[in-house]
Structure formats: C-alpha cells, structure tokens
C-alpha cells in the first residue's frame, strides 16, 4: 500500500550486483590551479591546433549528432606512421568516450555473472568495478618483489588452470610502472583461446613497449589494446580513447554502447590531435628528459623509487604519505597518497610533466621531506 504524504518511501532496489558497490574514486574537485601532478595528466595542455580547431567548431555542429566518418581509418594510419610492422585496418578500431568506457562496455559485452576475471595487483583501480557491476568473480595476483615484476609465471599457470574469461594487463602498469615484453603477452593470448586478453596501453607512449606491431588479430582474436588521447594529447577532458582488436570482437563490444556516446567536440579534437602527432612527441620526449633527471636525483639522494614505466613514479617518503601529500598540496601540488593500496604503504605516486615543473616538485619535496 503507498504511504501517506508526509513519510518518506524507499526508491526501487538497484541489482544486487550494484548494491554493494563502492563509487570509482575520481579526481576531487578545485585541482585548476594547482599543479596537478595526481591522476597523469598532460600538464601543458592540448596542441594548439587542437584548441583551433575546438574554437572553430560551429553552431550547427553543436546542434548536429556527432560524425564519426573518417576517424578510424586516422586512428590507423597514425598507428602505421609510428610502426610501420603495425598490420591492422579500420574494422579493428573502435571509438569509446575515454578507455574508461571501452573498458566498461568490454566487461558489459563479456562478463557474465560468476565469470572470472584475472587481473594483477597493484593495478588500475577500475578494472574491479567493471568486474563487480557484472558480478564476476575477481583474482588479483600481485606484482613480485621489491621491483614490481610482473607475475608472468603465475598468470600463465592460473589461465591454464581456470581459463578466466577476462585478463587484464596493464603495460606498463598504473601506478607501479611496471613494464612487460609484449611478446610475453602473445605468449599469454596463447594459452587459452577462450580468456579475452586486454592489454590497457594508456602509457604506452612512455615505454614503446606496444603489442600492435607484433600481433595480427585475425590469427590472435582474443587479445584488445586499449589506446587513449587522454594522457599524451591532452583531451582528458573531452573523453576519447579507442580498443583495437579482431573486427568481430570491436562489433560485438560497439553493441552496447550507445550510438553517439562520443561527442562532436572530442571527435573533432581527436582529428585534429592525431594531425600534430609532432605535439604529442615533443610533449612525450619532455617527460622522458624529466623522467632521466628525476632518476637520477632519487639515486643520488638514495631515496626508495620506482620510475621504470609511464609518466608517473612511485616514491617512498621519510614521512607519513598523507603527511606529504597535505603539505605539498600548501605549496600548490598535488600528487597521490599510495599508502592504503596493496603493496604500497608508505608510498605516494607523483605524475611526471616538464623539467620546470618536476623542479618545482623537487624543491618543495626537498624541503618537506628534509632529504
Ligand atoms: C591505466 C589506465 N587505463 C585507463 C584510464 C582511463 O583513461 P581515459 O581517460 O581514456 O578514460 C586511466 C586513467 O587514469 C589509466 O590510468
């Protein structure tokens, strides 16, 4: 029977799946003018002829539903420029509104309830979620030794063993850095034809360790690369990232996404970011000369570090991470507290930008962790 006016009525229950979930913890709010250095961003910002194009953007454009005619096949010749042995072609590529949600449509086209997925530890934080809101069961293997190697042997022995129906590998690894040989992950892709094998290469611009030179997907149709312009191009705002792999696997994954999930502004940029590819490198080649330097300060410095992959480090602290983290958030810098995550107490994870900006962390690091 409904209830009188006044008293309050339950909403629908959600799935059960649902009820039990924590919300994905995203960047706070007030981070515009800090200097970001806590989810890996860019930190100078998209190509100029990136924010042209953007300005240039018309009434009707806006008005019109989004058009994606053109963009995979750029997505692909930008592949073929940076490799030439890259060997795919437009029906491999789709389009998601950030990997975010490539890497949700993925488990949602995928995962059934009480399916496995595998995955490693520490990794990217929303990879359980995905698995959760399908409810799938989750193995996590953790990364090996003080360096953070990645459990290769245990990976293949545990797909041998249960044939898990989603492995995720993230290469190199956020927030470890962790980098793997990608001939190790078609070895991987081999031992079960029946586990879809998504390799996240978010980073992968830091490392040059791609697997798309050295897989052809329709004789390896179990393995997704996941790419993004979010990090290198600087559109984490706009949402656009992309999953590469047999054109069979792109369809069914494209089936449950909506038909205009990305937008015009984001497809527009995305054009206009693969044109000024020579942006991006230069950008990338900044970090990398920041990434040298840094390590060599840690090393000198003696300072517990692990700096090996993408465009971020993990640093362990004399001082309590959150202790670090409130502090040099007073001098205007924000990085992230890694102290409650497996295997890394007392640690926290710094983005890495330009040689002016890593500086700038420096000094203010120095002084508040007297080193
Ligand atoms: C490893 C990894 N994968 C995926 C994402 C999400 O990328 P996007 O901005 O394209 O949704 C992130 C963002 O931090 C990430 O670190």
Known sequence: MEKTENSFIDPPNPRKDIEGLKPYSAPLE????????????????????VIKTLREISKNEISIYPEYLGL???????????????????????????????????FHAYGDSNDLMLTTSP?????????????????????????????????????????????????PNNPTGTRLNPERIIEISKFSSKTLVVIDELYEAFTGDSVLPFV??????????????????????????FAIGNSKVINIINRVTGPYDVNSFAVAAAFAALTDQSYIDS???????????????????????HIDGGN????????????????LKLSGILIRNMDEKENLKGSIR????????????????KVIDKV
Request: aromatic fraction near 10%; charged fraction near 20%; include cysteine.
């Open 30 to 49: 007030g981070r515009r003018n800090l200097l970001r250095l806590d989810f890996n961003e860019n930190t100078v910002g998209a190509s100029p002829l």
């Open 72 to 106: 995979k096949e750029k997505v692909v010749e930008t592949l073929i420029k940076q490799n030439s042995s890259v060997n795919i072609n437009s029906s491999e590529v789709g389009i998601f509104n950030g990997v975010d949600a490539a890497i949700n449509a993925i």
């Open 123 to 171: 990794t990217f934080g929303y990879y359980t979620p995905c698995a959760q809101m399908r409810g799938m069961k989750i193995n996590s293997i953790p990364y090996e030794g003080k360096d953070f190697q990645y459990p290769f042997t245990k990976i293949c022995e545990f797909i041998g063993q249960n044939n898990p129906k989603i492995l995720l590998i993230c290469n």
């Open 216 to 241: 052809n997907f329709q004789k390896t149709p179990n393995l997704v690369v996941l790419r993004s312009l979010s990090k290198t191009a600087g559109l984490a705002g706009l949402r656009i990232g």
């Open 283 to 305: 950008y990338v080649n900044e970090v990398l000369k920041a990434r040298n330097w840094l390590k060599n300060v840690f090393e000198k410095h003696h300072i517990r570090h």
């Open 312 to 327: 971020y480090f993990l640093l362990w602290p004399k001082s309590h991470p959150k202790q670090v983290e409130q502090k």
């Open 350 to 365: 710094v983005s890495i930008g330009t040689m002016e900006q890593m500086k700038r962390f420096w000094s203010a690091f």
